[in-house]
């Protein structure tokens, strides 16, 4: 008799084939949420990109044109107010602001911060939310792997058994 000679794979019905079986479906059952969960990590992560972009071109298209105009007229309105006259404005130049009209550039000034705030505060919330995903899919992935060694080495294990299984019943005969 060949000692060495290799041991037949198991049965689809055996235990270790129910066992391998199982372990698999819940490996690719990992597998399928890992995926999910890192979709999920990179539509946040680009969607709080977008948002963060959007607010920049916010910023820089609506808000500080306003406060730049505000900055300007500011002054020569303060001053008309003061005095209450035009005497003191040089010809040729742009007439100061009312009041009136520096208070709803003001209003409309205050209006977009808040939206931009708002936007921020967004595009904070989605980044925190890819960061927990992402730490979401770390730990799964973490799971899915430490269950396959665990697979394997139980895999490993049970060739061991059979291996000494047939070397003693081997040496018997």
Same mark, same amino acid.
């Given at each position: 008799?060949?000692?060495?000679?290799?041991?037949?794979?198991?049965?689809?019905?055996?235990?270790?084939?129910?066992?391998?079986?199982?372990?698999?479906?819940?490996?690719? /059952?990992?597998? $399928?949420?890992? $995926?999910?969960?890192?979709?999920?990590?990179?539509?946040?992560?680009?969607?709080?990109?977008?948002?963060?972009?959007?607010?920049?071109?916010?910023?820089?298209?609506?808000?500080?044109?306003?406060? %730049?105009?505000?900055?300007?007229?500011?002054?020569?309105?303060?001053?008309?107010?003061?005095? /209450?006259?035009?005497?003191?404005?040089?010809?040729?130049?742009?007439?100061?602001?009312?009041?009136?009209?520096?208070?709803? $550039?003001?209003?409309?000034?205050?209006?977009?911060?808040?939206?931009?705030?708002?936007?921020?505060?967004?595009?904070?919330?989605?980044?925190?939310?890819?960061?927990?995903?992402?730490?979401?899919?770390?730990?799964?992935? %973490? $799971?899915?792997?430490? %269950?396959?060694?665990?697979?394997?080495?139980?895999?490993?294990?049970?060739?061991?058994?059979?291996?000494?299984?047939?070397?003693?019943?081997?040496?018997?005969?």
């Amino acid at each position: 008799m060949n000692p060495n000679h290799p041991t037949p794979n198991p049965s689809p019905h055996s235990d270790a084939a129910a066992i391998n079986a199982a372990v698999m479906k819940k490996l690719n /059952s990992y597998l $399928r949420k890992s $995926r999910a969960l890192a979709v999920l990590a990179l539509g946040t992560g680009l969607l709080s990109i977008v948002i963060g972009i959007l607010i920049a071109w916010v910023s820089s298209t609506m808000v500080m044109p306003m406060e %730049r105009l505000l900055l300007q007229d500011y002054p020569g309105t303060l001053q008309q107010t003061n005095t /209450s006259s035009l005497a003191g404005h040089p010809p040729g130049a742009k007439p100061p602001l009312t009041r009136a009209e520096l208070d709803w $550039r003001h209003v409309q000034v205050t209006a977009v911060h808040g939206k931009v705030i708002i936007l921020m505060a967004a595009a904070i919330a989605l980044t925190g939310a890819g960061t927990l995903v992402t730490l979401l899919l770390v730990i799964f992935n %973490r $799971r899915a792997t430490l %269950r396959q060694i665990n697979a394997n080495l139980a895999q490993i294990s049970n060739q061991i058994k059979e291996l000494q299984a047939g070397n003693s019943s081997d040496s018997k005969q």
